[in-house]
Protein backbone atom coordinates (compact mmCIF):
# COMPACT_ATOMS: atom_id res chain seq x y z
CA UNK A 1 0.00 0.00 0.00
CA UNK A 2 1.44 3.34 -0.71
CA UNK A 3 1.00 6.38 1.63
CA UNK A 4 -0.47 9.23 -0.12
CA UNK A 5 1.12 12.31 0.41
CA UNK A 6 -0.85 15.68 0.93
CA UNK A 7 0.08 17.31 -2.08
CA UNK A 8 -0.97 14.75 -4.14
CA UNK A 9 -3.47 14.13 -6.30
CA UNK A 10 -5.46 11.39 -6.52
CA UNK A 11 -6.29 9.23 -9.68
CA UNK A 12 -9.87 10.62 -10.21
CA UNK A 13 -8.82 14.51 -9.78
CA UNK A 14 -6.52 14.01 -12.66
CA UNK A 15 -8.64 12.37 -15.12
CA UNK A 16 -10.51 14.51 -17.52
CA UNK A 17 -13.67 16.22 -16.76
CA UNK A 18 -15.77 16.20 -20.31
CA UNK A 19 -18.88 17.25 -18.94
CA UNK A 20 -17.38 20.05 -17.57
CA UNK A 21 -15.47 21.10 -21.19
CA UNK A 22 -18.87 20.64 -22.69
CA UNK A 23 -20.19 23.12 -20.24
CA UNK A 24 -17.35 25.57 -20.62
CA UNK A 25 -18.13 25.33 -24.87
CA UNK A 26 -21.56 25.91 -24.09
CA UNK A 27 -20.77 29.07 -22.11
CA UNK A 28 -18.73 30.19 -24.91
CA UNK A 29 -20.92 29.46 -27.56
CA UNK A 30 -23.53 31.20 -25.83
CA UNK A 31 -21.39 34.38 -25.22
CA UNK A 32 -20.63 34.35 -28.84
CA UNK A 33 -23.71 34.24 -29.87
CA UNK A 34 -24.68 36.90 -27.51
CA UNK A 35 -22.23 39.08 -29.27
CA UNK A 36 -22.93 38.51 -32.52
CA UNK A 37 -26.42 39.50 -31.50
CA UNK A 38 -25.58 42.61 -29.79
CA UNK A 39 -23.13 44.01 -32.14
CA UNK A 40 -26.05 42.82 -35.19
CA UNK A 41 -28.76 45.11 -33.21
CA UNK A 42 -26.30 48.33 -33.58
CA UNK A 43 -25.60 47.66 -37.07
CA UNK A 44 -29.70 48.32 -37.33
CA UNK A 45 -29.70 51.11 -35.92
CA UNK A 46 -29.66 54.18 -38.16
CA UNK A 47 -26.63 56.48 -38.63
CA UNK A 48 -27.92 59.29 -37.07
CA UNK A 49 -27.97 57.43 -33.54
CA UNK A 50 -24.28 55.51 -34.24
CA UNK A 51 -22.89 58.81 -34.66
CA UNK A 52 -24.84 59.87 -31.25
CA UNK A 53 -23.21 57.00 -29.70
CA UNK A 54 -19.96 57.82 -31.62
CA UNK A 55 -18.77 54.19 -33.25
CA UNK A 56 -18.63 54.59 -36.91
CA UNK A 57 -20.27 51.59 -39.12
CA UNK A 58 -17.27 50.21 -40.37
CA UNK A 59 -16.18 49.76 -36.68
CA UNK A 60 -18.84 47.78 -35.89
CA UNK A 61 -18.38 45.23 -38.89
CA UNK A 62 -14.79 44.90 -38.35
CA UNK A 63 -15.89 43.91 -34.87
CA UNK A 64 -18.70 41.27 -36.40
CA UNK A 65 -15.36 39.84 -38.51
CA UNK A 66 -12.75 39.95 -35.91
CA UNK A 67 -12.59 36.27 -33.39
CA UNK A 68 -15.26 36.57 -30.46
CA UNK A 69 -12.53 36.80 -27.95
CA UNK A 70 -10.12 38.67 -29.67
CA UNK A 71 -10.88 42.38 -28.13
CA UNK A 72 -13.78 43.05 -29.81
CA UNK A 73 -14.69 45.88 -27.18
CA UNK A 74 -11.24 47.90 -27.34
CA UNK A 75 -12.47 48.08 -30.97
CA UNK A 76 -15.59 49.82 -30.46
CA UNK A 77 -13.86 51.66 -26.84
CA UNK A 78 -11.23 53.36 -29.56
CA UNK A 79 -13.78 54.78 -31.64
CA UNK A 80 -15.96 56.12 -29.78
CA UNK A 81 -12.39 57.79 -27.95
CA UNK A 82 -11.23 58.61 -31.08
CA UNK A 83 -14.64 60.10 -32.49
CA UNK A 84 -15.14 62.08 -28.94
CA UNK A 85 -11.66 63.71 -29.74
CA UNK A 86 -13.06 65.15 -33.60
Keep these: MAISLSGERS ?5 PRPFAALARWIAKAN ?3 ARRNALTALLALDSSRLDDLGIPRADITAA ?6 AGTEHVLN ?9
Excluded: G, I, W
Excluded at 11 to 15: D, K, N
Excluded at 78 to 86: D, G, M, S, V, Y
Design 11 to 15: LTAAL
Design 64 to 69: LASRPY
Design 78 to 86: AARARNARL
Design 31 to 33: AAR
